[in-house]
């Protein structure tokens, strides 16, 4: 297929007028038949990548997906495009999988959206090989690798598979795979010579910021003041904190809702849906919630939580911005999230836990960066990230600067003191608890509770003792050992004991910046993660803000969408995406050829919806 009718189909079908970066390459790849695995980051276009090439294709495109959300989300857009999609998989019931199964069998179909535990099944391998089969792609591919963050056994299966449909073409797709994930897929799949493209990780659109957590209900409040109105998720580690934070949202006025593994399966599916069609504009959630959501128009990511892994922390937040605009992701990091992360490794094989040890250093190694974000992010994937100047909005550190030194004398001697006098045989948790005078049982019965040392250090919070040993530890001043995290004094540290030197280190506590009121300055927060920081309203990127006359076609438009899509059971992103409406509300079409100027409308789209859009702009107008 030439290269200017795989551009008629993205025009013609989809309403755009140019490809992404690799976009065009993968797809030729595809449609040459060469195996392909591509890594390009979420919002990046990797949809696009077989489904040109399934318009294109005389036969069948399969896609295997672990996601039943994504699969229903799909299908709907592609429906909505006019293009014959159809799904198989276990919600489906016994009419509704007999009439997808016909249609596959008529050659109707164009794209086949399948689970990996359907494919293995013999009645559905039977019927794919009564057709022509001409590409398989695996979506999520990173699941085929025990090294990926979301292994799944079932996807192991999909190499004999293949072998059942020589002439298939492969397309391996993922958004998050390192070096040895991908070397896994490979092998896997059995890709045979496979073209192999691999986008940048970075979501240039994301602005990345960590906030040392201290009261971190009133730190989520004061973010989303400014935010009204705005989609986003919170990630919580457990069910409770859902619960609660979900009910403190809205007691403040938000639309909030919960979604976790311990709601009924109606009010989680409920929950969700509300989300979607913006009736909800806030989820607090666990993990179990975001896998296959599409939702082109979320504006921020928060986690209270530490992530387990890098990995996931880049799967959740990207999930903002997949719109290209502007979006927020807001960590908000305590050390004692990594006790909660280290107490569910107890029960994993030794290979497990020293996996997850690794990913959960590199966690913390992030979080706790005093350096360019970005670059520690992407330095995980093998990539590099090194602007000539510190961009705006990309991480809180490069707005910040550097933390200044101040003058932390009498709490490093006081720190330091403690290490000494209680052997230097402890970790930081110890050292601390000495400090602030806990009377748990070890200290009682080591004697820690009558040294000089203990209770002298309440003038701090738990997490400040910990935020101060990291950087006398970075600064030369004391030695951790890596295995157990003993802490011990350095000849540096004795000197300077001895000498009552004075010591100046990049260090403010996040107890000073919370006495002044809550919304402390940058300056004034402990270290890279930067306090209690007041989090400035965002501007999106949007011609319609340049432009009053658009915003009441704006609203006009919206009020459209949502009418065609509750008509439709769709969510209102499926009909078009915000971007599309800012794009009629800017331009005004007044006929039906100006709509295939717009960005996302293609001929089946004016054709099905045009009359609606020239009567709201009209109308908006008027």
Not at 50 to 77: C, F, K, N
Not at 277 to 305: L, Q, S, W, Y
Not at 358 to 381: G, H, I, P, Q
Request: with cysteine.
């Amino acid at each position: 297929m030439s290269a200017p009718s795989i551009h008629g189909i993205l025009k013609s079908v989809f309403g755009y007028d140019s490809f992404r970066p690799m976009q065009e390459d993968i797809i030729n790849n595809v449609l040459a038949k060469r195996d392909t695995l591509a890594i390009m980051p979420t919002g990046g276009g990797k949809s696009l990548c077989y489904q040109v090439p399934a318009l294109a294709l005389p036969g069948l495109t399969v896609v295997v997906s672990p996601l039943i959300a994504l699969m229903e989300d799909q299908v709907s857009q592609l429906e909505a495009a006019g293009i014959d999609a159809l799904l198989l998989n276990s919600t489906l019931d016994r009419d509704e999988w007999f009439a997808n199964t016909a249609r596959v069998r008529s050659g109707q179909a164009k794209l086949l959206y399948i689970a990996p535990e359907s494919l293995v099944n013999p009645r559905v391998q039977e019927l794919l090989a009564s057709v022509r089969v001409d590409c398989i792609t695996i979506d999520e591919a990173h699941c085929i690798s025990e090294w990926g963050h979301d292994f799944r056994p079932e996807y192991r299966r999909l190499a004999e598979i293949r072998q059942l449909f020589p002439h298939a073409v492969c397309l391996a797709l993922t958004a998050t795979a390192t070096a040895t994930v991908r070397k896994d897929i490979r092998k896997n799949l059995a890709l045979e010579n496979p073209a192999e493209f691999v986008a940048s990780f970075d979501r240039p659109n994301i602005k990345l910021t960590v906030v040392r957590k201290s009261k971190p209900v009133h730190q989520i409040l004061d973010f989303l003041e400014p935010r009204r109105g705005e989609c986003g998720i919170i990630y919580c580690f457990s069910r409770k904190l859902c619960d609660d934070i979900a009910a403190e949202l809205v007691a403040r006025g938000h639309a909030a809702l919960p979604y976790h593994a311990g709601l009924a399966d109606a009010v989680r599916s409920e929950n969700q849906a509300k989300f979607i069609a913006d009736e909800a504009r806030v989820m607090v959630a666990t993990v179990a919630f975001g896998m296959g959501i599409n939702k082109p128009n979320v504006r921020f990511v928060i986690h209270h939580d530490l992530p387990k892994s890098i990995e996931q922390y880049y799967q959740e937040i990207g999930r903002a911005g997949r719109d290209g605009d502007p979006a927020e992701a807001l960590l908000l990091y305590g050390y004692g999230d990594t006790k909660k992360i280290e107490f569910f490794m107890e029960d994993k094989s030794a290979g497990e836990t020293r996996k997850a040890e690794d990913n959960l250093k590199a966690m913390v190694a992030y979080a706790e960066s005093r350096t360019c974000r970005r670059a520690k992010l992407l330095e995980w994937f093998g990539e590099s990230y090194a602007p000539a100047e510190p961009k705006e909005s990309c991480c809180d550190v490069c707005d910040g600067g550097p933390l200044a030194d101040s003058d932390v004398t009498v709490p490093a001697q006081k720190f330091m003191s403690c290490v000494a006098r209680t052997g230097q045989r402890y970790g930081t948790a110890y050292v601390a608890d000495v400090l602030l005078g806990s009377r748990q049982k070890r200290i009682i019965e080591n004697g820690h509770n009558k040294i000089s040392t203990w209770g002298i250090g309440r003038d701090l919070e738990k997490d400040d003792w910990f935020e101060l040993a990291r950087v006398l530890t970075e600064a030369g001043y004391l030695r951790k050992e890596p295995e157990y995290g003993v802490l011990s004094l350095t000849s540096l540290a004795r000197e300077t004991l001895a000498a009552r030197d004075a010591i100046s280190l990049p260090f403010a506590p996040a107890t000073a910046a919370m006495a002044k009121g809550g919304n402390a300055s940058a300056e004034s927060a402990p270290d890279g993660s930067r306090g209690t920081v007041k989090f400035p309203k965002k501007t999106r990127a949007s011609a319609v803000a340049e432009d009053p006359a658009a915003a009441p076609i704006l609203a006009a438009l919206k009020a459209m969408r949502r009418a065609l899509a509750e008509a439709a059971s769709v969510p209102p992103y499926v009909i078009f995406s915000d971007r599309t409406l800012e794009d009629i509300a800017v331009r005004r079409p007044s006929t039906g050829d100006d709509l295939l100027g717009v960005y996302g409308i293609g001929e089946v789209k004016r054709e099905r919806y045009g009359e609606y859009i020239l009567r709201a702009v009209k109308e908006a107008t008027e």
